[in-house]
């Protein structure tokens, strides 16, 4: 069983494409992130949630927005792609105390 | 500033020789602090952690050691193999309350045979 799921894991769109990235997590765990590392492996920390609710938003556009319909889920949309927006994105979830369990990522190419 | 900081990018070693990874972090509140393996196509992998109230923590092949006073972390892996080849990374958690955990740069380890 895959602890940390997310969809789809190769994504390839065009600029100014909407496009989402879902996240599914079966630990039971109440916090749930993502992050952006970009071709230089530099792993970014864009949003967090706990137990459904917005807890760390960390500069990033408006055009990402994170929706948490419960707390196993934590879904990814990105509108108006840009080029700059090529990147793998981890989701990870965590107990509260303890460290981050990641997905195996999305990979998000923008043409 | 907030930042966790790895300055070199490889570390090559020897197979069944030890390797030590460095880390530089600058949040001197930080209390808790972790290192992560990433394989190449993979998602990044819990390693080892340690808090702030310890300054060594041992697991199978591995140590960390924190040294709160330079702000400085390591991780050792003992007779490195193969399957250490990897990306590490060193984290730390720099706001205990919203589990804001934060990645260096990393470092990649590759083993000569």
């Known amino acids: 069983d895959t602890a940390v799921s997310q969809t789809p894991k190769y994504l390839v769109t065009q600029m100014g494409n909407d496009k989402s990235i879902k996240c599914e997590q079966n630990?039971?765990?109440?916090?749930m992130y993502w992050y952006k590392q970009d071709s230089k492996k530099f792993l970014k920390i864009m949003f967090s949630?706990?137990?459904?609710?917005?807890?760390i938003n960390e500069t990033v556009p408006n055009r990402f927005s994170p929706k948490s319909p419960d707390k196993a889920h934590l879904n990814l949309h990105i509108n108006s792609l840009e080029l700059g927006d090529s990147a793998v994105y981890f989701c990870?979830?965590?107990?509260?105390?303890?460290?981050?369990?990641f997905g195996e990522g999305s990979r998000l190419t923008v043409l | 500033g907030e930042s966790v900081g790895l300055h070199l990018p490889t570390l090559s070693v020897q197979e069944g020789d030890n390797s030590i990874i460095n880390c530089a972090y600058s949040?001197?509140?930080?209390?808790?602090f972790i290192w992560y393996k990433q394989e190449s196509g993979k998602g990044p992998q819990f390693i080892i952690d340690?808090?702030?109230?310890?300054d060594k923590r041992q697991g199978q092949r591995v140590t960390v050691l924190l040294n709160k006073t330079v702000k400085h972390l390591s991780l050792q892996i003992a007779a490195t193999q193969p399957g250490d080849s990897a990306v590490y990374f060193c984290?730390?958690?720099?706001?205990?309350?919203?589990?804001?955990?934060?990645f260096g740069s990393g470092t990649r380890l590759s083993i000569r045979p």
């Open positions: 630990l039971g765990h109440d916090t």
């Open positions: 340690i808090r702030s109230n310890m």
């Open positions: 990870a979830s965590s107990p509260g105390t303890g460290g981050l369990f």
């Open positions: 984290a730390e958690n720099i706001e205990s309350s919203a589990s804001k955990i934060i």
């Open positions: 949040n001197s509140a930080s209390d808790y």
């Open positions: 949630y706990n137990n459904k609710e917005l807890i």
